[in-house]
């Protein structure tokens, strides 16, 4: 009997996605399990869609996408992050920041090399690491001093001669974790002294609340490496500017890399839909003050679940600097998914299972808090009511 590739038998089902299809077959779920905005794509993004649409972007496009775009990207990167990217040779644009990471783990990984993955992770990587016959060596964040930390010694551990690439996310989903400059200088490091591909997926870099400037994003990787290092940075347009299901996204990567890559998309894509690459232009043209309302309203509202986490019982929640979660660990909580689907079936709270997040999940949630007050609010009390009478009732330890 023909059977289904193991290779892709192998590839665990999205327990974020388990828990999504219970909540919606039910009524009336306050959904923060999903990682977007509940607020629309802005309208000046749409109008330019339908302008290309009408004015004939309706055709087929470069592999590596529209130059116009590839180039608004390397302008983007030289007044953001002051560093020079060539929009012929190192930008690769993608339909979607999942489809970006698709191409760079298939042109970097052969069949049974390793690679590190840092966790807990949105498990969108793992699973393509899987989905090309490859292994995953998950290496835990520690928690050090209140803050999510790298444990190089561990990296170190987990290196094999197989080894190839190596995988991280900052800020991360679902730790809110940013890389600080010196944690970037390491990673890149630890990569050019193993001579692996370092991967930094940096899709929420606009997404952040330590700088005083709302919008100021999160310093690239791209500013300490040179345009030789084996480094593939992935990107999106759906988190900073709302397009979630426009599917945009792009890589910049070494040359030889993003060349392989703009020729592969031929056989995944071909490409980005060509109107949504014109939208995608414009958001990057007049995007701005948008994107700064929006960071301040995810800091109010990162503020407000915090506050509202850290008075209930056997909560503890590190203070996150970027992103759109919250990833608090849950004291008796136990199987992490189990817990969510009861809270969802007793309170139609909706949040997304840590177990979902690989190595050091287990135990925690994630918190979507990109959603109105309205939501947010409820969410919170329903939440701590379902703890404190849990407790009561013996029914979390
Ligand atoms: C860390 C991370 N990378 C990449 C993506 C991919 O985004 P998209 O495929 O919508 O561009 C997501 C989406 O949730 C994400 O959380």
């Known amino acids: 009997m ?56 309706t055709f087929y496009t470069e592999n590596a996408g529209l130059p116009s775009l590839r180039r608004a ?18 930008i690769v644009v993608t339909a979607s920041g999942v489809q970006a990471l698709h191409v760079a783990i298939r042109t970097t990984l052969n069949p049974g090399d390793e690679a590190l993955v840092l966790t807990p ?35 170190e551990a987990a290196v094999s001669p197989r080894t190839r690439l190596l995988v991280y996310i900052s800020p991360s989903n679902p730790l809110g974790w940013v890389a600080t400059r010196g944690e970037q200088q390491q990673l890149l490091d630890f990569t050019r002294r193993h001579g692996l591909w370092l991967l930094a997926d940096e899709v929420y870099d606009r997404l952040q609340y330590v700088s005083a400037k709302p919008g100021e994003p999160a310093p690239s990787i791209l500013r300490l490496a040179s345009r ?21 996204g792009y890589l910049i990567a070494r040359r030889d890399l993003a060349e392989k890559a703009g ?36 800091r109010e509202n990162r503020d407000l679940c915090l506050e509202a986490l850290r008075g209930m019982p056997g ?5 996150p600097d970027g992103a759109f979660y919250l990833f608090p660990r849950i ?33 925690s949630v994630r918190i979507c808090y990109a959603a109105e007050r309205a939501i947010l609010e409820p969410a919170m009390e329903r939440l701590r009511r379902f703890l404190q009478e849990g407790r009561e009732f013996g029914m979390i330890a």
């Open 2 to 57: 023909a059977r289904v590739a193991s290779s892709a038998e192998q590839v665990p089902y999205s327990r974020i996605r388990e828990l999504a299809e219970i909540a919606m077959g039910m009524e009336g779920v306050l959904r923060l399990y999903f990682g977007e905005s509940n607020l629309p794509t802005p309208d000046y993004i749409k109008d330019a869609a339908e302008r290309a649409m009408r004015g004939g972007y």
């Open 73 to 90: 990207i390397a302008d983007l990167y030289r007044r953001l992050h002051q560093v020079e990217i060539d929009p012929g040779g190192e």
């Open 331 to 363: 004291e008796g909580a136990g199987d992490s998914f189990e817990f969510c689907r009861r809270l969802l079936e007793e309170t139609r709270v909706g949040l997304a299972p840590g177990v979902a997040f690989g190595a050091g999940g287990e135990g």
């Open 228 to 248: 030789e290092d084996a480094l593939i940075v992935v990107q999106s347009f759906s988190k900073a500017y709302r397009m979630t299901g426009w599917r945009l």
């Open 315 to 319: 909560v503890t929640v590190p203070e």
């Open 121 to 155: 992770a949105w498990p969108n990587g793992a699973s393509i690491i899987a989905l090309s016959n490859a292994i995953v060596r998950e290496v835990p964040h520690p928690l050090r001093d209140s803050r999510y930390a790298v444990d190089f010694d561990a990296l």
């Open 263 to 298: 020729q592969l998309n031929e056989f995944i894509v071909s490409h980005a839909p060509s109107f949504t690459q014109k939208a995608g232009e414009a958001a990057l043209a007049m995007g701005e003050d948008d994107l700064t309302s929006m960071v301040l309203q995810l």
